[in-house]
């Protein structure tokens, strides 16, 4: 199993930036590639970008390219996403979750292991 757990959401103004992190634990290698989804009350959850572990290859949703951006920390088993640029349409419950399949880095079925979420508020 791989545990998850994000850090870093809060309430910024539209054009300001945050960074989120998340910490995994547990069976971390068998972990292939590690995401950020995101869901608005009342619709599905989409995917915001994700990095695989090994050669920190990165894929994003058309929609924050250029803003946003992927890393981690392998040593600290650790992901980030800084998000500059922030509009309202980035509002959000901000989700990590790590996949174990080389294929659909952009799949939310491909994805096993969730964290629990953290919210970011972009007022205008």
């Known amino acids: 199993q791989v545990q998850l757990v994000e850090f870093g959401g809060g309430l910024v103004q539209a054009g300001g930036s945050l960074r989120l992190s998340c910490a995994a634990s547990?069976?971390?290698?068998?972990?292939?590639?590690m995401g950020w989804f995101r869901q608005v009350p009342g619709k599905e959850r989409d995917f915001v970008a994700s990095?695989?572990?090994?050669?920190?290859?990165?894929y994003y949703t058309d929609s924050v390219k250029g803003r946003f951006t992927i890393s981690r920390d392998n040593a600290n088993s650790t992901m980030y996403l800084q998000m500059n640029s922030l509009t309202p349409d980035d509002t959000a419950i901000y989700y990590c979750a790590a996949s174990t399949l080389i294929y659909n880095p952009s799949t939310e079925n491909a994805y096993a292991y969730w964290g629990q979420g953290t919210q970011v508020t972009v007022s205008s």
């Open positions: 547990g069976r971390i290698s068998i972990v292939y590639r």
């Open positions: 990095i695989t572990r090994s050669a920190g290859n990165t």
